[in-house]
């Protein structure tokens, strides 16, 4: 066995082990396979939680490089919604979240969510797409918001403190 095919078995085997520790990841479910440090992901999941939870959890992992995830997300039948449910749990969650701007608008196809619209902050754009992550039915997510904040350089901010 080559060192290198031994560092990618000793990879594969940590990762597994990092997706059974955490109990909110079907773990079971997942192939891992590893080739030069890069992590593939491969299997069927019911929402887009569990597709995020696995690959973070990988990330978490000391020595992946980068993971290349071939998960598939697909609710089963019973949580099957339709664009315009998910379009409706999405406005609402966009409307009852204070963190989230009204100015983030949505757009529901085949259960792919697409925000657009301005954020004055990053953390706004994170929170508007990690707040959908949960939601039944959902394939993937795509944010196209953008945030309008531009912060100075510290010597900028640190010479216009002195004018």
Not at 89 to 110: G, R
Not at 137 to 157: D, F, H, W
Request: one cysteine or more; hydrophobic letters at 35%; aromatic letters at 4%.
């Amino acid at each position: 066995m080559t060192k290198d095919h031994k560092d990618d078995a000793d990879l594969q085997h940590d990762v597994q082990e990092e997706l059974r520790w955490d109990p909110s990841i079907h773990a079971e479910q997942i192939g891992v396979s590893v080739k030069n440090g890069v992590v593939e992901l491969d299997c069927h999941v019911d929402s887009i939680w569990d597709k995020y939870a696995a690959e973070r959890a990988t990330m978490r992992v000391a020595k992946v490089k980068s993971v290349a995830s071939e998960i598939k997300v697909g609710p089963p039948s019973s949580a099957t919604r339709t664009d315009e449910q998910i379009a409706r749990a999405v406005s609402n969650h966009i409307e009852w979240n204070w963190l989230v701007p009204k100015t983030v608008k949505v757009q529901v196809t085949d259960g792919v969510i697409t925000l657009e619209g301005t954020v004055e902050w990053q953390y706004q754009k994170k929170e508007a797409e990690e707040g959908l992550l949960r939601l039944i039915g959902v394939k993937s997510i795509r944010n196209g918001s953008r945030s309008t904040r531009r912060l100075a350089p510290p010597e900028l901010r640190a010479r216009s403190k002195t004018r």
